[in-house]
């Protein structure tokens, strides 16, 4: 089996330069943990939940919520971003994908298609895959 048989393809994705306020909502709109971070139509890096909370957290340690709201619409995802970000092609079998999060200490994977993004394979998406082998 390959990545591209479980990777999901409706990928939210955002722009360097868009304010930690968007990502924070895009990500509790749609239940997202990673979100890829494209510029110019290419994959430039990542943001993890845990970026977002990192920041967060440190602003709320020196804020109030009022403050902290204004802090996420100046800051910009650049900087806090994660890059170069790890990816797989999408004929790269689903055993090597799992190999490379579980090794790399990861929660997902950007396929590429030459320069494009085409999908995201998660842990949640091995988990679906190895239950649909077991039934």
Known sequence: ??????????VEVVERN??????????????LRHVPVLENGELVAIVSQRDLFKAMLSSAMRYGE???????????????????????????SVGEAADLMLHKG?????????AKLVGMVTKTDLLRCLYSLET
């Not at 089996?1 to 409706?10: E, F, L, P, R, Y």
């Not at 304010?19 to 239940?31: C, F, G, N, P, T």
């Open 1 to 10: 089996m390959q990545v591209k048989d479980i990777m999901s393809t409706d």
């Open 18 to 31: 868009d304010d930690l306020s968007q990502i924070e909502a895009l990500m509790v709109a749609k239940k």
């Open 66 to 92: 009022k403050i902290q709201k204004a802090y996420l619409h100046s800051v910009r995802v650049q900087k806090i971003m994660t890059y170069p970000v790890v990816t797989v092609a999408p004929d790269t």
């Open 106 to 114: 990861i929660g997902c994977l950007p396929v590429i298609d030459g």
